[in-house]
Each structure stands twice: as structure tokens, then as C-alpha cells.
């Protein structure tokens, strides 16, 4: 069993991941239409990942017992001046995102549902990653400016991440 407003926002947070794996493809989509095809590569693994944090809350609320009721997904925006203007957006929507994590955990801790604050841990830690890899990008796409060939080489950089599953081990 988890307490009612847990399981409410983890419900909800399900919808966010979901909805940031949307938003994700839709700047892969950008990209390919653009021909920087490694960074529609990386944003497709990013939207693969976001489905996959979407799943492992998922299974977590099945595991504890919840009835999941699914909601509809917003419409993700498809237009975006320039690469650093889409690498600025993923940014500020990881900053949004890490402020729904820790607000799960900060409920969890006031109902002190210990499970839910193990679980999320998880994500808080993430979170550190998530906001570290755009940051990396958009430092690289300050320092090319208007360099093509420059652009052209992070551009094959990119193309080389691959999904790797993410998995939460719980004690
Ligand atoms: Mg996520």
C-alpha cells in the first residue's frame, strides 16, 4: 500500500517522464530535418531513456500495490531557433524536472514513506547527470559559434551514445 498523495504525484510523475521523452523526440525530429543526424541520435536515446524512467516508477507503483491510471500527454512545442536554443530548452526542462523529484522525496519524507524516498534516490542522482550532459553540449556549441566544421565533429561525437537500460537496485 502507498499513502494516497504518494501515489498521486509518482502517478503524475510517470505522465512528466513521459511527456519529457515526447518533448525529446520531437527535438530529434528537429534534428534529422536539420541533417545533424548525431544529435538526433542523442536525443533519441535521451526520449528512450525518459520512457525508461516512466517504466521503473511504473513498475514501482504496480509493485506497491497502486491502481496506475494513465493520462493524456501534452503536445511537445517543434521549433527551435538553432541547436544551442534546443540544448538551453533541454536544460531548463532537466532544472524543471529535478524540482518534481525533489518534491516527491520531500512528501515521501513528510508521510515518511521510507520505499519511495529509497526508490527516488535513484532519480535525485540522475538528475545530477541529466543536468551535467546539456550543460556539456551547450558549453561545446558556445565555444563553436558559427564553426561548421566544429559543429560537424560534435555533431559525430553524438551520434555515438547508445540506450543503455537503466535499472534501480533496491536492497
Ligand atoms: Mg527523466
Do not use: C
Request: no cysteine.
Amino acid at each position: 500500500m502507498i499513502n494516497e498523495k504518494v501515489g498521486k504525484i509518482l502517478i503524475e510523475q510517470v505522465n512528466k517522464e513521459l511527456y519529457s521523452a515526447y518533448l525529446y523526440l520531437s527535438m530529434s525530429a528537429y534534428f534529422s530535418d536539420l541533417g545533424l543526424l548525431g544529435f538526433a541520435n542523442w536525443m533519441r536515446v535521451q526520449a528512450q531513456e525518459e520512457t525508461a524512467h516512466a517504466m521503473l516508477i511504473y513498475d514501482f507503483l504496480i509493485d506497491r500495490g497502486e491502481r496506475v491510471i494513465l493520462t493524456p500527454i501534452d503536445a511537445p512545442p517543434n521549433r527551435w531557433k538553432n541547436p544551442l536554443n534546443v540544448m538551453e530548452e533541454v536544460l531548463k526542462h532537466e532544472i524543471y524536472v529535478t524540482s518534481l523529484i525533489n518534491n516527491i522525496v520531500t512528501i515521501a519524507e513528510e508521510v515518511k514513506d521510507r520505499a519511495t524516498m529509497s526508490y527516488m534516490n535513484w532519480f535525485v542522482d540522475e538528475q545530477v547527470e541529466e543536468e551535467a550532459n546539456a550543460q556539456d553540449i551547450i558549453s561545446k556549441l558556445k565555444l563553436i559559434g558559427d564553426d561548421k566544421s566544429a559543429l560537424y565533429l560534435l555533431d559525430k561525437d553524438l551520434a555515438a551514445r547508445i540506450f543503455v537500460q537503466p535499472t534501480i537496485k533496491t536492497a
